[in-house]
């Protein structure tokens, strides 16, 4: 029997390599991976496993309809800080302020997106899409806050997909938590106190999402591609953590006394240079609650459970010794 075709896209990075990887071990399942780089070592790699390599960019349309001809399923992942941080490095130079490096980033991200959904509304054979989706932080706050632009171009993406009537029907959402090796989750050594802390602009009963995106976004694609109907948006996490258990976690397995240490996001972008972008999000979260209104479903919501590894786990199997100076 003709195996299906499931295209991804962002195969070489942290949450479509997975998704490739999964796929690659389905037998019934063929796995075609897109990259503007077929000669770089990950895309070497993935043709070594046995995915078709398949030379695209999201950018350009024409290479995205040839990428998805006679596709069953699509996998679409798009990246914002690739033109983030070099915008934004470029405009910290300058001493501008840094907002403008978000709106490139937004107005790139959102055109790659909507290329991607054009192409795959016009695939006779498609079953099913699944986005890699976040929740708007504008939306969820009301428009109170309004930088954490990453978060908007994935919204407007979805937004996007509801104006296709036919895709719509075959979408499913992936919303992934926050990533393991996120530097927002680490304690950093304080010289002062000579203490690790984390210092959040969320209250420390707060609840994160923790997800290993190069494991675990794999296993729950392939649930909502073969377990679950159309329509279905999962909020996808290993772990599920108040922030103060999150340091917790972090001691048991480094053995450094940790702090966690409730600051304002002012603090943050004065005293340690974040910027707005992420930190809109997180006053958004502080005061709005993580993705609230959105009707996304949990895993141990999903019809056959998904086994990951925890974010202990991670804690547990990562050398810490490289990193860790004090
Ligand atoms: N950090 C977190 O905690 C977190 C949590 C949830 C979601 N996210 C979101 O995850 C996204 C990044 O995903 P990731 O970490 O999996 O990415 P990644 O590891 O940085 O890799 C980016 C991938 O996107 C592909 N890509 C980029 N531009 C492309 C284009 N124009 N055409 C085709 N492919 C393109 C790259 O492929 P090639 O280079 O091979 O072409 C690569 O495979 C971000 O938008 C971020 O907001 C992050």
Same mark, same amino acid.
């Given at each position: 029997m003709a195996k299906k075709i499931i295209v991804v896209i962002g195969a070489t990075g942290n949450q479509g390599s997975s998704v490739a990887n999964t796929f690659l071990g389905l037998p019934e399942w063929h796995v075609r991976a897109l990259t503007?780089?077929?000669?770089?070592d990950a895309s070497k790699s993935l043709a070594a496993r046995g995915a078709e390599v398949v030379r695209g960019d999201l950018a350009d349309p024409s290479s995205l309809a040839k990428a998805f001809e006679n596709a069953n399923a699509i996998f679409l992942n798009t990246d914002y800080w690739e033109i983030y941080r070099p915008a934004k490095a470029a405009l910290d130079a300058e001493g501008k302020a840094p907002e403008p490096a978000s709106v490139k980033a937004f107005t790139n991200e959102t055109a790659n997106g909507k290329n991607a959904v054009d192409a795959a509304a016009a695939v006779p054979t498609l079953e099913r899409f699944v986005y890699s989706a976040l929740g708007s932080v504008s939306k969820g706050s009301k428009g109170k806050y309004t930088r954490s632009m990453h978060t908007d171009a994935k919204g407007t993406i979805v937004d996007y997909i509801e104006t296709k009537p036919e895709l719509a029907q075959k979408n499913s959402l992936i919303y992934p938590? /926050?990533?393991? &090796?996120?530097?927002?989750?680490a304690p950093r050594f304080d010289p002062g106190t000579r203490k690790y802390a984390i210092h959040m /602009?969320?209250? &420390?009963?707060l609840k994160m999402p923790i997800i290993n995106p190069r494991e675990s976004t794999g296993p729950f694609v392939r649930a909502l591609i073969e377990d679950e109907a159309p329509g279905v948006k999962l909020l996808a996490y290993d772990s599920y953590l108040r922030m103060d258990d999150v340091v917790d976690r972090w001691s048991r397995a480094t053995g450094k006394e940790a702090a966690y240490v409730f600051v304002t996001t002012k603090y943050l972008h004065e005293?340690?240079?974040?910027a707005y972008e992420h930190l809109d999000a997180l006053d958004a979260i502080d005061e709005f609650?993580?993705?609230?209104?959105?009707g996304l479903i949990e895993p141990?919501?999903?019809?056959n459970k998904v086994q990951t590894k925890s974010f202990e786990d991670w804690l547990g199997e990562k050398d810490w010794s490289k990193e860790l100076s004090a």
């Open positions: 503007r780089n077929p000669s770089s938590g /926050a990533y393991v &090796e996120n530097p927002l989750l /602009a969320i209250r &420390e009963h005293k340690m240079g974040l609650g993580y993705n609230t209104g959105l141990h919501q999903l019809k």
